[in-house]
């Protein structure tokens, strides 16, 4: 049994994992933000949605599980997940997660500080904010990002160039073979490496994320 693979990722947004679900909402969601709508709520983010990006923001950002995600989080994944595909600084893959992690750093961080700084030549020439290390993300702050994000996103090429790389670039470094399918002990492997799942809980984890993923 196989799962994600390289082809179909070109051709749907469907089969990228995780990334290209929370663009998708389910019937049901539908039909509860059309009853916000009517009441004048908002409704960017069902669910279902809050609920995937939730796990996502602690089990494979906030490794340190102080419920906060900052600049070192993002840097740390990064070079997990470089360390785990043997990439080399140099390599073509890491320099494209490296404009992930920009895209992240840009998205989820800069807006937390409000007073960017200016270069002293050009007082209207915007500069990288300083401190940014000193910056936390809260899960109400990570799920509000996402919702401007996702907001009026109706499929997977919508979304910014850099998240549209994102499950690209894991799926590449998950699948270490380059048979341009995920095996299951491909994704056992990324899930003990990179997320750092302990392996009294890897097995049952495994097999019902991995039936999961290849359920037609």
């Known amino acids: 049994v196989h799962v994600w693979g390289v082809d179909s990722m070109e051709e749907s947004d469907s089969s990228l994992p995780g990334i290209a679900t929370w663009v998708k909402r389910c019937p049901s969601d539908d039909e509860q933000c059309d009853e916000d709508k009517e009441k004048g709520k908002s409704c960017a983010l069902t669910e279902t949605q809050k609920e995937k990006l939730a796990y996502f923001f602690s089990h494979v950002f906030d490794m340190d599980r102080d419920d906060v995600i ?28 490296q404009q992930v992690q920009q895209g992240l750093i840009e998205t989820f961080i800069y807006p937390l500080k409000q007073d960017v700084d200016f ?9 990288t904010p300083k401190d940014l290390d000193r910056l936390f993300l809260s899960i109400d702050d990570w799920l509000n990002f996402w919702g401007k994000i996702l907001d009026e996103k109706k499929n997977f090429f919508a979304l910014p160039l850099w998240l549209q ?18 095996s299951k002990e491909e994704l056992g492997a990324f899930y003990s490496s990179v997320m750092s799942y302990p392996p ?4 049952d984890l495994l097999n019902e994320a991995y039936s999961a993923m290849t359920a037609s």
């Not at 790389?165 to 995920?182: E, L, M």
């Open 70 to 97: 900052s600049l070192q989080d993002f840097e740390g994944f990064t070079e997990r997940l470089r360390h785990f595909a043997e990439w080399s600084t140099n390599s073509g893959e890491y320099l494209i997660l």
């Open 119 to 127: 270069s002293e030549g050009n007082e209207n020439e915007e500069r």
């Open 165 to 182: 790389y994102f499950p690209k670039v894991v799926f590449t470094a998950i699948n270490k073979s380059g048979s341009g399918w995920i």
């Open 200 to 203: 009294q809980k890897l097995n």
